[in-house]
């Protein structure tokens, strides 16, 4: 299914509910790998959100 935007064309794409969730933990994956390389023991909710951004700007590239 593709949709037409002024110039550009946006294409959708059928995932099931396996890569959905192979996608998700990969994900949570990288979050704990980014947290992991830290030595702090612990966060405050700046530094929570700051990995969480990491996390889905590597996922927009």
Not at 15 to 44: F, P, W
């Amino acid at each position: 299914m593709n949709e037409y935007l002024g110039g550009r064309e946006r294409r959708y794409v059928k995932v099931n509910d396996k890569e959905r969730n192979d996608t998700k933990m990969a994900t949570l994956y990288e979050l704990r790998l980014a947290i992991d390389r830290s030595s702090k023991e612990e966060y405050t909710k700046e530094e929570i959100l700051e990995f969480l951004d990491t996390v889905a700007a590597k996922d927009q590239k």
